[in-house]
């Protein structure tokens, strides 16, 4: 149930953000306020998975918490940048050349350099909270929520034509 309405979040938020829009599309785009309730949306019901599939003792929710926060909030950052970058490829679509692909293709390899670079940043904090073997089963549900959210993108992004 939780997944579901993970997805719906998702598909919503990007579905009506925009980003894939055509010219067959008549959706009014939403507002900056509208779109950030739909991101604390997705963002609690990911803590709720993440409470529900780590199931955390007392001790490790005091640790994990404080630590996850912070890496939300980069991880927002990272997601804002690919939001940019996904608007910018919709904007172009319809006149896409090769240099403004070639420039969105840098972005993204290197919006996926940052998400890595973030996932290093914070494992020996998570490790530190919880230890090596539940940072990593954090690791792998992090790591599903993310390719949920990357698929349902990626579903609705266009291919170049």
Do not use: C
Not at 17 to 22: F, L, N, P, R
Not at 35 to 63: R, W, Y
Not at 100 to 122: C, G, P, S
């Amino acid at each position: 149930m939780k997944l579901t309405r993970l997805l719906l979040a998702i598909f919503l938020l990007v579905s009506v953000s925009g980003i894939a829009q055509t010219a067959n599309v008549h959706a009014q785009p939403l507002s900056d306020d509208d779109i950030k309730l739909f991101k604390e949306d997705v963002q609690a019901v990911k803590d709720d998975i993440i409470n529900h599939t780590m199931m955390f003792t007392d001790a490790e929710n005091a640790t994990f918490w404080p630590v996850y926060r912070e890496y939300a909030k980069d991880q927002r950052a990272v997601a804002d940048k690919r939001l940019a970058l996904i608007t910018d490829y919709a904007q172009s679509l319809d006149k896409m050349d090769d240099a403004k692909a070639a420039q969105l293709t840098d972005r993204l390899l290197q919006i996926e350099d940052e998400t890595q670079a973030l996932r290093r940043q914070y494992l020996p904090k998570f490790q530190k909270a919880l230890g090596a073997k539940r940072a990593a089963k954090f690791y792998q549900v992090d790591n599903r929520l993310t390719l949920i959210v990357d698929v349902q993108l990626a579903s609705e992004v266009p291919l170049i034509p």
